[in-house]
């Protein structure tokens, strides 16, 4: 199951190597207001834009019908490398549904 929306921005922020206090330099909110709305807050939709900025993404609005087509456009890139770390033999390469932020920098995290 895919994570919470708040979980996938912490997720994200952690894939970035930030700390929430670095996103008062990226989208001028300070840590504790940052570590309130990641805990347990219900951003408005223009802080959801402004965070998604400073975590190098994008908001997407995907209708339910199109979900499952979108997942694998995304399932199949990642396991065609790009983007994303190639697993190793033997290594359980993480899916999608586990980390919807996976390979989307370019990095191995």
Known sequence: MISSLLEQLKNRRLALGLKQSDMMLRVGISRQQYQ???SKGNPRLDTLELLAKGLNSQLMLVPKER???VR???ERDAA???GAGVASPGEK???LSDDPWQGLLGDDS
């Open 93 to 95: 390469k993480p899916q």
């Open 72 to 74: 694998a456009v995304l």
């Open 80 to 82: 065609d490398g790009e």
């Open 36 to 38: 309130r709305l990641e």
């Open 67 to 69: 979900l499952a087509a």
